[in-house]
């Protein structure tokens, strides 16, 4: 529903704010929109962490679908 995922992503951004939170999803669109820091895990093993800016320099790949 459009709605509650609107509702969702502005609860997620107030609560950012002051806390820190976990997301766990395959929709790198959410992580690109709310996300500051980034753990790209793959065949259970971290492969990156940073900003999405600092993965894409240091990887030296256009987009993190590219890391997946």
Do not use: M, W, Y
Request: include cysteine; hydrophobic fraction near 40%; glycine fraction near 4%.
């Amino acid at each position: 529903d459009p709605v509650q995922i609107s509702d969702l992503r502005k609860l997620l951004r107030n609560l950012s704010a002051t806390k820190s939170i976990l997301i766990s999803t395959h929709i790198l669109s959410e992580v690109k929109e709310l996300c500051e820091k980034v753990i790209v895990i793959k065949e259970g093993r971290q492969i990156a962490f940073g900003s999405e800016e600092e993965i894409l320099t240091s990887k030296g790949v256009k987009s993190l679908e590219e890391l997946i």
